[in-house]
């Protein structure tokens, strides 16, 4: 089994414990702001309102309903955003009560996809369903949405047409903006796509070819595993086409490949590669969850590895900020 390197037990020997917008040390001491350090973000993810350098550290659990998210906030948290979806049979949900990031509300923040029939979308006739279900989330609930996360490989797989998911995409973000500036503040769009697609582009499924048009999506979404890359080689593209969109990035699903590194430096140079990359005038990326239950092509992260849990939990000590004063 991996064990944290050196400079990694180093960094995050003092561990801490959430109290409000500080932290304590558990072993007693001055409540500090997590993060530390000079410069205009003294608190590395906290501060006051207004402050557009935080990343909320989360988790995509293995049940839908998040009922399992709890037991890994103790073991790798305190973690502040839920990564949810709706499975395609599922359809619109009537609420957000009722779909499966309704338990977030008061708790944490929520990054949530669906999957409605995109066809439907894309003609209209959803309309009123979707306008319904984004009035229906609470307008101080900070909340990303999307619909059909990762559409490269459903384009790649006939599920629909490049022409039917760009005119569906763009209809629902078109809605959320509407009902964004009827008083929903903390309400984000999140355009979700894989890393692959920008390491890896093949016609059709560029990031420009999937592309809604300017001025819809809120922010940013790569899905990473470490059998594609790492750092640079990983997240670079993504950031650089979120630069030239002129928003922020953020990254729905993080996690270790079946095949890869499989070591827990991989993890580490993750969390200092989100934390350090500025996009869309936010210093960092926006949000990151780890995709701790099991894939076609990964592990869960960090599972029960004991090396990844103790980094994980030391990333969301370090950068921890309470939700409510997220500002995109």
Known sequence: MDQPDAGHLMRYAQVFAASGLRLLPLQGGPGVLPGGGPGPDPGGGGGPVG????????????????????????????????????????????????????????????????????????????????????????????????????????IKDGVFSLATYKAGFARFCQLTQQVKTEGWPHLYTFQCVTTWAGTNPSPGTTYADMWPGDGLVDCYGLDGYSHV???????????????????????????????????VSWLNDQVTYLTST??????????????????????????????????AKAASAAYYTDYTQFVL
Request: net charge neutral; aromatic share 10%; with cysteine.
């Open 51 to 154: 402050n557009r350098n935080a990343i909320l550290w989360g988790a995509c659990p293995v049940n839908l309903s998040g009922s399992d998210f709890e037991a890994m906030n103790a073991q790798f948290g305190p973690l502040t955003i839920r990564r949810s979806y709706q499975p395609a049979a599922a359809g619109m949900p009537a609420s957000w009560a009722a779909c499966n990031a309704g338990v977030d509300v008061g708790v944490r923040a929520s990054a949530w996809s669906g999957k409605p029939t995109m066809s439907s979308v894309a003609n209209g006739s959803l309309d009123g369903q979707i306008l319904a279900f984004l009035r229906s989330i609470p307008p101080t609930h900070l909340a990303w949405v999307t619909i059909w996360h990762e559409p490269d490989g459903k």
């Open 278 to 311: 500025a996009a869309g005038g936010h210093s960092k990326a926006a949000f990151a969850c780890w995709f701790n239950t099991a894939g076609p092509i990964s592990n869960p992260t960090p599972g029960s590895n004991t090396a990844w849990i103790t980094a």
């Open 229 to 263: 890359g790492s750092g640079e080689s990983l997240w670079g593209p993504g950031v650089a086409f979120a630069r030239s969109k002129g928003i922020p990035w953020c990254v729905p699903e993080i996690g270790y490949g079946n095949t890869g590194s499989q070591d």
